[in-house]
């Protein structure tokens, strides 16, 4: 949904799978894409709430994965 800009279903997904999957090995993936497609919807907002629950929750996530996060907190300008 989110490569064919379809933003509000996309969201919706991301979130569902990070609702009824946690733990999951794509758990951290799923928020880091749903504070994407937030903030492709111009929720700030929510956006940087997810980024920063993505930082928390998984402080052990990959340095790629950090890093994508970080661009899109700048890009956002959450604080």
Not at 73 to 79: A, G, I, M, P, V
């Given at each position: 949904?989110?490569?064919?800009?379809?933003?509000?279903?996309?969201?919706?997904?991301?979130?569902?799978?990070?609702?009824?999957?946690?733990?999951?090995?794509?758990?951290?993936?799923?928020?880091?894409?749903?504070?994407?497609?937030?903030?492709?919807?111009?929720?700030?907002?929510?956006?940087?709430?997810?980024?920063?629950?993505?930082?928390?929750?998984?402080?052990?996530?990959?340095?790629?994965?950090?890093?994508?996060?970080?661009?899109q907190?700048?890009?956002?300008?959450?604080?």
């Open positions: 949904y989110y490569v064919r800009k379809d933003y509000q279903q996309a969201a919706f997904t991301f979130a569902d799978a990070f609702q009824k999957y946690p733990k999951s090995s794509k758990a951290a993936d799923n928020l880091l894409k749903l504070g994407m497609s937030l903030g492709q919807l111009g929720k700030k907002p929510e956006a940087c709430t997810a980024f920063a629950r993505l930082l928390e929750n998984f402080p052990d996530a990959s340095k790629n994965l950090t890093n994508r996060v970080s661009v907190q700048r890009r956002l300008d959450c604080r």
